[in-house]
């Protein structure tokens, strides 16, 4: 018995290029050119690319500007 890959019970969805770019709410020129840096995980399929959603939300988690959960507050020290 062999094992097929099954994306629905993975949980992996695939996005087009126009798809990944409205997720992401980035111009469609910004996605190449952010793929042509390397700055954007995408899958080649022939001349279609395809974009994991499970990696873009893992890049956006990444790359979020926040206060660190464990982030204390600084005190002065006694000098």
């Known amino acids: 018995m062999t094992s ?3 994306p629905v019970a993975s949980n992996t969805t695939l996005l087009t ?3 990944a770019a409205e997720y992401l709410r980035i111009p469609l020129g910004s ?3 952010r ?3 390397k700055q ?9 690319l ?13 790359n979020s500007t926040g206060v660190a959960q464990s982030q204390e507050p600084s005190t ?3 000098g």
Not at 41 to 47: E, K, V
Not at 51 to 58: G, N, P, Q, V
């Open 4 to 6: 097929e890959f099954n």
């Open 17 to 19: 290029a126009s798809e």
């Open 31 to 33: 996605l190449y050119v």
């Open 35 to 37: 793929i042509s840096k």
């Open 40 to 48: 954007l995980p995408c899958t080649r399929l022939g001349r279609l």
């Open 50 to 62: 395809r974009f994991r959603k499970t990696e873009l939300d893992k890049l956006m988690a990444e």
């Open 76 to 78: 002065p020290k006694a």
